[in-house]
């Protein structure tokens, strides 16, 4: 069993920047992958960024390449989500998730074992 807890969401203008933090407990932290989702009101929820297990090659959705950046610190059990030039479609609330045993990075929600309660961001124009 894995907690999640997300932290860092807020009210941003366009083009600022938030850092975003799931912070996990639990079960070996090092064993996961971990993707950070989103979710606007009335939408389905959309993969925007995943790192696995190792750190190595993670993956972007297109609409936040270059903009975002996911890190994870296996000592500290906490993915991170540097989030710049913001934009008002970024708006949305935001969730971390878990999948077990999985080297590469998960895509697919309905992959993920464990989800956060999720913490808003609202970027105003």
């Known amino acids: 069993q894995v907690q999640l807890v997300e932290s860092g969401g807020g009210l941003v203008q366009a083009g600022g920047s938030l850092r975003l933090s799931c912070a996990a407990s639990?079960?070996?932290?090092?064993?996961?992958?971990m993707g950070w989702f989103r979710q606007a009101p009335g939408n389905e929820r959309v993969f925007v960024a995943g790192?696995?297990?190792?750190?190595?090659?993670?993956r972007y959705a297109d609409s936040v390449k270059g903009r975002f950046t996911i890190s994870r610190d296996n000592a500290k059990n906490t993915v991170y989500l540097q989030m710049n030039s913001l934009k008002p479609e970024d708006t949305a609330v935001y969730y971390c998730?878990?999948?077990?045993?999985?080297?590469?990075?998960?895509?697919?929600?309905?992959?993920?074992?464990?989800w956060g309660q999720g913490t808003q961001v609202t970027v105003s124009s």
């Open positions: 790192i696995s297990w190792t750190g190595r090659n993670p």
């Open positions: 639990g079960r070996a932290f090092s064993s996961y992958a």
């Open positions: 998730a878990a999948r077990y045993l999985a080297s590469a990075v998960v895509v697919n929600p309905s992959e993920y074992d464990y």
